[in-house]
């Protein structure tokens, strides 16, 4: 079975600084995604950033990057130059490839940050 | 386009009784799936709806049951509520889990209390 850890339950930073949030995951799958979303109060769930197992690339999307090391099924959100409205829980979630996909999507804990002003 | 869809967006019930949730996706989107958040088990899969059939479950009860219609539009049915159904429910509805894009969009989720 999937697993997915985010072992930081909260992190506070300052605005403008940058902060990295954690997410492991365990699996025998080889071709997934992984994704984090972020909730912020409003409770609307929104995708942050994607990245497909194949791609050795990290992601990035303006701010947010990834960093992924496949081998050590590690997968990391770096957020730059923090903004007061990124505050919000951050969810690391994994999800098999393809169809048919018992326990589709695992979701981690969660990390709630806070970005002060 | 319009996003996810969630009506309604709060509902108050007694136990033992019964709720519809109900769930529009992304227009195109033909997967739907319904997902339970509570501050103790955090976010958990029920069920997922593909061209109105049930393709995968997760572990929940028999109570929690679901349906998907020809527009691809979704209804979830709890029965008998107990206590500990009280949560938010969300909708996320995706493209086709065969196409290489697979990302799922989530609805603003309804927020279910139980009495």
């Known amino acids: 079975a999937q697993t997915v850890t985010q072992s930081q339950p909260e992190m506070s930073v300052q605005e403008a600084e940058t902060v990295t949030l954690s997410c492991t995951y365990d699996?025998?799958?080889?071709?997934?995604?992984l994704f984090w979303y972020k909730q912020p109060p409003s409770r609307q769930m929104i995708l942050v950033i994607r990245?497909?197992?194949?791609?050795?690339q990290n992601a990035t999307e303006n701010r947010f990057s990834v960093n992924f090391q496949k081998a050590a099924k590690s997968f990391s959100l770096k957020i730059s130059d923090s903004q007061l409205g990124d505050t919000a829980m951050y969810f690391c979630a994994f999800m098999k490839h393809g169809v048919n996909r018992d326990d589709k999507i695992i979701f981690g804990k969660g990390t709630r940050l806070h970005i002060l002003p | 386009k319009a996003g996810v869809t969630q009506t309604p967006r709060y509902l108050i019930k007694t136990r033992g009784q019964q709720v519809t949730l109900s769930c529009s996706p992304i227009?195109?989107?033909?997967?739907v799936s319904w997902y339970q958040q509570t501050p103790g088990q955090g976010l958990q899969f029920l069920f997922e709806?593909?061209?109105?059939?049930?393709?995968n479950k997760g572990n929940f009860p028999g109570r929690f049951s679901g349906r998907q219609f020809s527009n691809s539009r979704s209804e979830m049915n709890v029965s008998t509520l107990e206590l500990g159904d009280s949560a938010l429910y969300l909708c996320?509805?995706?493209?086709?889990?065969?196409?290489?894009?697979?990302?799922?969009?989530f609805g603003p989720g309804t927020r279910l209390t139980v009495l």
């Open positions: 990245q497909e197992a194949y791609k050795q």
């Open positions: 996320a509805s995706s493209l086709d889990p065969g196409v290489s894009t697979d990302t799922q969009y």
């Open positions: 709806y593909f061209s109105e059939t049930q393709r």
């Open positions: 227009s195109g989107h033909r997967s």
């Open positions: 699996t025998s799958e080889n071709n997934y995604y």
